[in-house]
């Protein structure tokens, strides 16, 4: 049985080196086609219909819109970022030691609730699984028996 499946794994770690080694060649795209795709890449991508519709000038408007709201929008977020950070600082300097120690412990007993109620479903799902005959992944869920055609007749 040991040897069936070693023998298994072999083959198939022969199959894929040998696709990984062949797939190139029956994958080589045209020169044109491959700059083509890294000054898209490069660009980011079009709203949703666009680039069938707007010519290389429109796309490369869009692309340079595109590329001016991004950094805005990168400053906004750091920007958010401290913002959050500052009105952290000044709500934890509100309680007193005292105060800090509970809520440290509210925190810790939550965390410890959280992990049991995972475990919890972590093995119902298990159990549901082997009185089932499932895998835990599919989380219970049955696929819809197929109404049946007319070939199966």
Known sequence: ??????????????????????SPAFTQEEPAKKDEAKKTANKGPLPPYYADVLTE??????????????AKIAEVRQLFAKLN????????????PEQKQKI????????KRKAEASAERRKKAEAKAASDGNAPSSRGKKKAARPPTPSDQ
């Open 85 to 96: 950070k500052e009105k952290k600082e000044k709500i934890e300097a509100i309680p007193t």
């Open 57 to 70: 000038e429109q796309k490369d408007e869009v692309y340079k819109i595109q590329a001016e709201y991004t």
């Open 1 to 22: 049985m040991k040897n069936r499946f070693y023998l298994s794994l072999v083959g198939c770690a022969a199959l894929l080196t040998a696709l990984v080694y062949v």
């Open 104 to 111: 440290a412990q509210l925190m810790a007993d939550a965390a």
